[in-house]
Every structure is written in C-alpha cells, then in structure tokens.
C-alpha cells in the first residue's frame, strides 16, 4: 500500500511499496522556483556533493563507500519542469535480501544520504578551495564542450531563440558560463543553506522495504517546515505572429534544423490527451507523419521527430540534414503539420499512434526511474495522478475531431538552422 | 527444456534449441508489464570475407553491408514492419554490432502476435533496386551524424591504430562510398549465409509463461522451410601476434573546443568462447576497476591534478576475433593524459591500488552492479544474447566474480598489458579555431 506523509510542512515522503526490482530507489527532490540567478549554482552544488564530504574527504572515500554498499548507485541531476527546477538526489541499493550474509544496506544508504547532504565538505562557511576550484573548472570546460555536440548544442539554441521573454527558461538546466564565473566557494555554501531551508522536498522510496521503517529513517534528516511555494508550474509566453528564423554556420559535416512551436495545452489539463495524439501522429511515433516522409520516402534524414513539453506548452522538430536539402525539408515539416491540421491521416495511422502511446505508458511501469519520476509529477500535478485504466480509457476515447482540432492549436515560433561548411574529414 | 535456477539472483532459465538450430532463451519476470524479445545472428559488420551459402569460393563484399541489411530488411512488398508491430501496440528496433545483428520487440499486449511478427519479417527478405536505394540517403545521413560526433571518432581512431588490417576498424554503417556498391544481390546472399536458425538465437523476456511461449515459437517455425544448415567460413586477415603491426600514435584535429585522448590496449592472444574466457573478460574488468575506478588512488590523483575529469571512462571491448580495451577523457592537454595512463599500466604490477583489500571491494561492488542490471530487461537480453562464451552466461558471473583471486588478477595484467599492446590516438580542436 502506498503511503504518503508530510514530514514537516513541505516535506513530503511517499513510499511505494513493490517486490517488482530487486533493489531500493531512494529520491530527494528539491524543488524551487526557476530563476536565471540559481541554475548554475544548483547545477556546480550537484558536483560538489558529489565528490565529496566531511565524512568522505576524498573522491575516493566517497567512492569506496559505495562499493562496500555493493556497489549503490549515487547521483545528483538537475532538470526543469516548466516553471520550476528540480535538484534530484537519486540513490539505489540492492534489496539486502539478495545479499550474502546479513547485510543493512538500506539503512546504511540513508545514513550516507544524510551525511554528504548535511555534513558538506565546508569550513568556515565556504566549501573547500581546492573541492570549490577543481569543480568550477572542470564544469566551465564541460559548459564549453556542449558545442562538440551538435543535437544538443542545435536544441539549446532553438530554446534560446524561443524562449524570448524568459531568461530563466534560456539558461540550459545545468547552467551557463557566464554565471558560473560570479559564483565564490562562500557564495555557494549560502545559497546551498537557502535550498536546504526553503526548497520543497519531495521525498520518494519505491521497493520491498517496510514503510514504518523508512520513515523512521528519513524522519531523522533535519528537514524543517518551509512556506508553500506558489508557483504557477506552466510556463507560458505570448505567441508571436512573425517566426523568427537564425541560421549559425559552423565546420560540420551534418546540418540541424530545429523548429518550436507553440501550443495553448498543458500536462493532463483539457484538450491534453488529443494533444498528445496530435504530437504522435506529427513526429512523436514511429510511423509519424515525419518520420514517413522526411526520412523513409524523401530518403532526407536519418532522424526526423517530434517533442512534446507538457509543461511549457512547446512542441520541437528536430532533424540531421544536408544542408544543400534546407528548404525541401522545411517544405515536407509544413506539409506534414498540414497534413495533420487538415485530419488527412490514415485511421490506421491514428490506431497504431493510440496502441504505441498506449505501450509506452504501460511499458514505463517497468522502470523504477520512471515510477519515482512519475511520483513526483503526480505532486506537482495533482490531475496527472490517474490509474492506468483511466489513462488507456481517455487515451482510447480521443476523436479524429479532437486530434484535428488540437493539431490546429500548434503554431510555428521558431526556427534554428545550423548550417554546415564540409569539415575536415 | 532444459531449465537451470541462479539461486542469488533467483532467476530462472529455461533454454530449447529447435529442430532447424535455432537457439531460444527464455527468462520469465514476475511482476513486469511489458515483454522484450530479440532475434540475434552471430552476423556483424567485421564479416565481409566470407564463402556464401551454396557456393566454395570467399567473397569480398562493401563494408557496411550487415548495418545495411538490418536497415532493409524492415521493408516488404506489402510495407513498413514498424507499422505492423505498432498496429499491435509493440516497440520495435535493431541494432548491429562489429559481431551481431539484432532484431527486437518491447510489447505489453499481443505477445504471440508480436512474436510472429518478428520471426516472420526476420525470416523473409525482400530487397529490391528502388528501396535499396533509397536507404542509401538515410544510412547516408547516418553515417555524416556519427562522423560529427568527436567521441566516435575517438574510438575509431584508436581502433584503427590497433587493428590496422582487422576489419574491426571499420565503421560499422561502412562509408559513403562503401554503401553506394551495395546491391540487393549482394544482400541476399549475406542473408542466406548469416541467417540460417542455426546461426541465431531468440532471447524474450518479461511477463511470459515459458512453456506457452515455447510452444508459439515452436508453432511458427513447423510452417516454414529452411534450407539445410550449411557450415559458416569466414576468415579475417592475420594480424601480429607480437603487436608490431600496430600503429603506436596518431592525431588529428577536428573543430571542437575540448581536446581528447584515448590510450589502447590489444589483446594479443586469442580468448577461448566458452566459461574460461567469461572469466578472463571478468578479470579484466576487476583489473581496471581496481586501477582506474573512482575508488582508487591512481584516478583521485589524476583527478585532483587535473589531468582527468568526470569525462574519463574505461572499457573493454571482447568478442569474436579481437579484444581491446580502451580509457579516455576530454582534456586540454591530450598528451600529459596518455603519458599518466602509460605510466599507470607499464608500471601496474606493484600499483598499491592491486591489493587484497581493493579486490574484495570492487567484487562486492561487481555483484552489487550485477544484481541491479536483473531489474534491466533489454540489458540481459541484449548481453546474453551478444556474448559469445558458449554454456556460460552473464548468469554465471555470481559465481566466476566469487571465485577470482588476486593471483588471477596479477596473471591476467602481465598477459593483457603489454608495452607492444598499447596505442595512442589524440583530438586536438582545430588549430586557431574559436568558434563561438
């Protein structure tokens, strides 16, 4: 049985209950309003506390910790959920009933998550110089080397070019250089104290532990009561009348192009269900719209798809091109959303694009990744929290009308080219 | 069916190899939503000599052509295969490997229907003129977004210094050129050597009732034909048994903003196909965790000197005909890092990271890794199907990870590091490149 209780106010644990894995997925997340000025430091944070602690000096120490748990996997991530930025401090542990002898491997991964959360490798209100400095380069050359990855570096200046209205939703989820250069050692421990005091925890376990223990456990992190955050998870900007188009040229051998779209439908708010037909049938699936006819019949690309952000009310294109092919693929993705806008798909195209979504939810609850993910989703939409009957009933309920009608919502913003000149082979 | 329990991992197998070879694998999990199976040959893309079905003479065929054929072999007269699994609410894909070619499902419903699915288009090729090329645009594109990806031009480039003969070093999508000769003939014929039943094995895992399951693909294969096996010869060209073929250093630049390094290791004696060379590659595998992993002195020292970062990464790489392993990261100084790794592997035998104590540790953490990878469907049935060890499987590494000492961890480092064995390739970004 599920179980869910605010640890104080703010603080939520819920713990899920399943004999399905055979280890123990413990998550903490931090949730804050997205602001340009915290994204950086919240991604550099993650770094540190990951390398090391009072308790773990070293890389080493930490590390060593974490074969002896029988090789538990610790991580921090952080990651954007429209309005909001989510630092998610991920821990798994084998079920210590699959381990020889008698083993508390559970009991000892919290009492690890405890000590590298709250006994920080600070002195004096500053994290370690040399911990501080080792990481702030090793993350400004890591900012720097997003340019030799072409998919992402294309999507990240689509965004930046979309989102013109927010600052916050163009700095990259782990951050940007520029305001990496501001952050100090003394700074960081202060905002570092900030998020522990007034983020929103949300706190997950999934796996076969008893749920009285667990809370035992996790009622001892000092985790006091915080103010509600009120903020309005969706983000959403006017949408423009003129697309606004950049082209970069760069020495590559592979041109992108990228395009944004604006759509008015939000994360299991009305109209979401068609809309998320609608994505599929466009480039969201494997028999989509795009992929048929930019890849398979124009033989144009190798990859041709489509991408649904429910929480910013955003579709992307993304493709890999010749560039010499530019204007005959901007002319198929027209043709397609059309298409598309216009109801003139196959039924059996609108069937498989309903029995795929449909394989895909079900298929997510083999993921312990996925059900903790989906935990926390649920939290921040409480409409999202549906049973997999309903999701298939209203998924199997969507009318050609609904898909044509929410296909005519999607509105072309933005289009990013990154246009290449033959590199060096 | 023969049926064998891992008691630690408590798991069960059930295996039956059918009347026309084929092997199947089946692995039965509680509780799970969806079903995963893959359809494998022992077909890659390092075979391209070899004596076609029916014929006694070896062929030479374009590199690239076992990555072409997967691509292919999803088009049929009536149409796309995708369709078909997708009007059944099924996922499907396939990859190619230097060694293997894999068809695969992922499905939560019309498990039968989907298994049908993937026998049949598996088992019934059809090329033609027209759509082989077309696929030459796509795969054209595919081959231009791998050749933008500095990390894969890393790995070749050092692959390329290992095995200067071995087709190993070829990309696996074979290059503009190469895939412009392939023909639908040539394809044929490769099918009908590679895919005989006896060639491949079905691995299907998830929420399936073993016996039922069996019994379906039983059912599927009694209506059809198969041409009588026939035995596969291949052959590879013949590379220095001592290491002096390989190319000991190369660079180029690339416009990028971070440089990389990548040192090379060959494996210069052959590993045997059975339990004693799952053992070897397990070995290996303890041997670099002890050295290069995060809990050792050697990486917190090359970390804190900034000569790595969270960039840096080990592998090994052991199939059919060639083994290899490799270590690399991002660096501004490309250099200073293949000299610190050398220095680390010429003098590993009296590393103080190579104790008893080190051992003990990356085995619990080994087993502990091993364990969680049971909750991965696609990743035991992709690894037991992709190994090559006979009887022996990732089910038996509970056992082989318990039963390695450090005296085997010594042995294995003097024959498999080897100062003739090594080689280096550098990316330096393009000399007056800044690119914004």
């Given amino acids: 049985?599920?179980?869910?209780?605010?640890?104080?106010?703010?603080?939520?644990?819920?713990?899920?209950?399943?004999?399905?894995?055979?280890?123990?997925?413990?998550?903490?997340?931090?949730?804050?309003?997205?602001?340009?000025?915290?994204?950086?430091?919240?991604?550099?944070?993650?770094?540190?506390?990951?390398?090391?602690?009072?308790?773990?000096?070293?890389?080493?120490?930490?590390?060593?910790?974490?074969?002896?748990?029988?090789?538990?996997?610790?991580?921090?991530?952080?990651?954007?959920?429209?309005?909001?930025?989510?630092?998610?401090?991920?821990?798994?542990?084998?079920?210590?009933?699959?381990?020889?002898?008698?083993?508390?491997?559970?009991?000892?991964?919290?009492?690890?998550?405890?000590?590298?959360?709250?006994?920080?490798?600070?002195?004096?209100?500053?994290?370690?110089?040399?911990?501080?400095?080792?990481?702030?380069?090793?993350?400004?050359?890591?900012?720097?080397?997003?340019?030799?990855?072409?998919?992402?570096?294309?999507?990240?200046?689509?965004?930046?070019?979309?989102?013109?209205?927010?600052?916050?939703?163009?700095?990259?989820?782990?951050?940007?250089?520029?305001?990496?250069?501001?952050?100090?050692?003394?700074?960081?421990?202060?905002?570092?104290?900030?998020?522990?005091?007034?983020?929103?925890?949300?706190?997950?376990?999934?796996?076969?532990?008893?749920?009285?223990?667990?809370?035992?456990?996790?009622?001892?992190?000092?985790?006091?009561?915080?103010?509600?955050?009120?903020?309005?998870?969706?983000?959403?900007?006017?949408?423009?009348?003129?697309?606004?188009?950049?082209?970069?040229?760069?020495?590559?051998?592979?041109?992108?192009?990228?395009?944004?779209?604006?759509?008015?439908?939000?994360?299991?708010?009305?109209?979401?269900?068609?809309?998320?037909?609608?994505?599929?049938?466009?480039?969201?699936?494997?028999?989509?719209?795009?992929?048929?006819?930019?890849?398979?019949?124009?033989?144009?690309?190798?990859?041709?798809?489509?991408?649904?952000?429910?929480f910013r009310?955003?579709?992307?294109?993304?493709?890999?091109?010749?560039?010499?092919?530019?204007?005959?693929?901007?002319?198929?993705?027209?043709?397609?959303?059309?298409?598309?806008?216009?109801?003139?798909?196959?039924?059996?195209?609108?069937?498989?694009?309903?029995?795929?979504?449909?394989?895909?939810?079900?298929?997510?609850?083999?993921?312990?990744?996925?059900?903790?993910?989906?935990?926390?989703?649920?939290?921040?939409?409480?409409?999202?929290?549906?049973?997999?009957?309903?999701?298939?009933?209203?998924?199997?309920?969507?009318?050609?009308?609904?898909?044509?009608?929410?296909?005519?919502?999607?509105?072309?913003?933005?289009?990013?080219?990154?246009?290449?000149?033959?590199?060096?082979? | 069916m023969e049926t064998t329990h891992y008691a630690t991992l408590d798991e069960t197998l059930y295996q039956q190899t059918l009347a026309n070879g084929l092997q199947v694998t089946m692995l039965p999990k509680a509780g799970y939503h969806k079903t995963y199976a893959v359809m494998t040959t022992n077909y890659g893309s390092i075979d391209n000599y070899f004596v076609p079905a029916g014929g006694s003479d070896y062929t030479t065929v374009p590199a690239g052509i076992a990555h072409f054929l997967e691509h292919k072999m999803f088009e049929k007269k009536a149409g796309d295969i995708f369709e078909v699994f997708s009007r059944n609410g099924a996922s499907a894909n396939a990859f190619t490997s230097f060694t293997r070619t894999s068809y695969l499902f992922s499905a939560t419903d019309n498990i039968k229907t989907n298994l049908d699915t993937l026998l049949d288009f598996v088992q019934d090729p059809y090329f033609t003129e027209a759509s082989v090329n077309k696929e030459k645009g796509i795969i054209g594109q595919e081959i231009e977004m791998y050749e933008d990806d500095p990390n894969w031009r890393l790995f070749f480039g050092i692959i390329e210094n290992l095995y200067p003969k071995h087709p190993v070093h070829e990309d696996i999508a074979g290059t503009i050129d190469s895939i412009a000769k392939i023909t639908p003939e040539q394809l044929y014929q490769a099918y009908h050597t590679f895919y005989q039943p006896s060639n491949m094995n079905l691995f299907v895992v998830g929420n399936i009732d073993p016996v039922e399951t069996l019994a379906w693909i039983e059912a599927n294969q009694a209506d059809k034909e198969f041409a009588p096996a026939t035995p596969i010869q291949r052959q590879f060209p013949e590379e220095a048994s001592d290491g002096s073929d390989i190319i000991p250093y190369r660079m180029t630049q690339l416009p990028v903003k971070r440089g990389k390094s990548i040192v090379g290791i060959k494996g210069l004696a052959p590993v045997s196909r059975d339990r004693a060379g799952l053992k070897y590659r397990t070995e290996l595998n303890l041997l670099f965790d002890m050295l290069f992993g995060d809990s050792s002195q050697n990486y917190l020292q090359l970390y804190d000197q900034g000569i790595v970062d969270d960039s840096f990464g080990y592998e090994l790489d052991l199939a059919r005909t060639y083994h290899f392993a490799t270590l690399s990261g991002d660096t501004e100084k490309p250099q200073q890092f293949s000299d610190a790794i050398i220095s680390l592997l010429e003098k590993a035998s009296d590393n103080p990271d190579l104790n008893a104590n080190r051992l003990a540790l990356v085995k619990k953490e080994a087993l502990g890794r091993m364990l969680q990878s049971m909750n991965a469907l696609e990743y035991i049935a992709n690894t037991y199907s992709g190994d090559d060890f006979g009887d022996a499987s990732l089910f038996d590494l509970v056992n082989i990870i318990d039963e390695i000492t450090l005296t085997d961890i010594q042995s294995v480092l003097k024959q498999f590091v080897r100062s003739a064995a090594l080689s280096v390739f550098h990316i330096e970004p393009l000399a007056g490149d800044d690119a914004k």
């Fill in chain 1, 1 to 310: 049985m599920v179980t869910k209780k605010e640890l104080a106010n703010g603080v939520t644990l819920t713990v899920l209950p399943t004999t399905q894995f055979k280890t123990t997925r413990i998550v903490l997340n931090f949730i804050a309003p997205l602001a340009a000025a915290t994204i950086t430091q919240r991604s550099l944070l993650a770094s540190l506390l990951e390398t090391n602690s009072q308790d773990y000096p070293t890389q080493a120490d930490l590390a060593a910790k974490l074969s002896a748990l029988y090789g538990a996997n610790f991580g921090i991530s952080v990651s954007k959920r429209g309005n909001v930025h989510v630092f998610s401090v991920v821990m798994t542990v084998v079920n210590d009933k699959f381990l020889p002898g008698a083993t508390t491997v559970l009991t000892e991964g919290l009492a690890f998550l405890k000590q590298v959360l709250w006994r920080p490798n600070v002195t004096a209100s500053r994290f370690d110089a040399a911990t501080f400095n080792r990481e702030k380069t090793n993350m400004q050359a890591y900012l720097a080397s997003v340019y030799d990855n072409k998919q992402a570096y294309a999507s990240l200046q689509l965004q930046e070019l979309y989102f013109k209205n927010s600052t916050a939703q163009r700095v990259p989820s782990f951050g940007n250089e520029a305001d990496l250069q501001a952050i100090t050692a003394s700074s960081l421990y202060t905002y570092y104290q900030q998020m522990l005091a007034q983020d929103q925890v949300a706190i997950t376990v999934l796996g076969d532990v008893d749920a009285e223990q667990v809370t035992a456990l996790l009622t001892d992190l000092p985790l006091t009561a915080r103010t509600a955050d009120t903020t309005d998870l969706f983000y959403q900007q006017p949408a423009i009348s003129s697309v606004v188009e950049k082209t970069d040229i760069q020495p590559t051998n592979q041109a992108k192009l990228n395009l944004a779209y604006q759509v008015p439908t939000y994360y299991y708010q009305p109209n979401y269900y068609a809309l998320l037909m609608a994505n599929g049938i466009f480039g969201g699936s494997p028999m989509s719209l795009l992929f048929t006819n930019v890849r398979e019949r124009a033989s144009l690309a190798y990859y041709a798809s489509s991408s649904y952000d429910a």
């Fill in chain 1, 313 to 425: 009310g955003l579709i992307t294109v993304q493709t890999g091109i010749d560039a010499a092919n530019v204007a005959q693929v901007k002319q198929i993705i027209a043709t397609q959303l059309a298409t598309l806008q216009a109801g003139e798909f196959s039924n059996e195209l609108l069937a498989q694009t309903k029995a795929t979504l449909k394989n895909q939810y079900i298929t997510g609850l083999d993921s312990a990744g996925y059900l903790t993910s989906q935990e926390l989703v649920q939290q921040l939409v409480p409409a999202s929290a549906v049973a997999t009957e309903e999701f298939i009933a209203q998924l199997t309920a969507v009318t050609k009308e609904q898909i044509v009608a929410a296909a005519q919502t999607i509105k072309l913003q933005a289009v990013y080219f990154l246009s290449s000149q033959e590199a060096g082979k």
